[in-house]
């Protein structure tokens, strides 16, 4: 294991603990970690269930970085493809190129949310780079 493989495996268990809070009924947080219209009005409303399985993902995220196995450089690459794509968005709402900019989650994605997302991606390629 290396320091961006330990960084990464941080990132993803504390996303996935949040994740699982939220699953099984916190709150704290998460009305800003969802898009919403320049009203306020949220574009979705995540069930216990999604919040419980991104949660699973993001384990899974870490194991595979933690547990390098025979699809590890196929999972790595759609790592890199999901954290990539969500950095750069839909253009409208969530990413880097997005036109609503003045909501609470608008200005933590841009500060937080999509650059993290890019870091992420980076991190993989670099542990793809590391494990050649």
Known sequence: MNVPGYFLITIFLSVALLHIYWAIGGSWGKNLAIPTTEKGIALFQPSALSCALIGALFILFSLSIAFRGRFSSFI??????????????????????????????????????SPLSLLISLLILLQLKLFK
């Open 76 to 113: 790595f690459w759609v790592m890199v493809f999901i954290f990539f794509l969500r950095a750069v968005g839909d253009f409208r709402y969530v990413g880097f190129f997005k036109k609503i900019k003045k909501t609470p989650f608008a200005e933590r994605d841009t500060h937080f949310y």
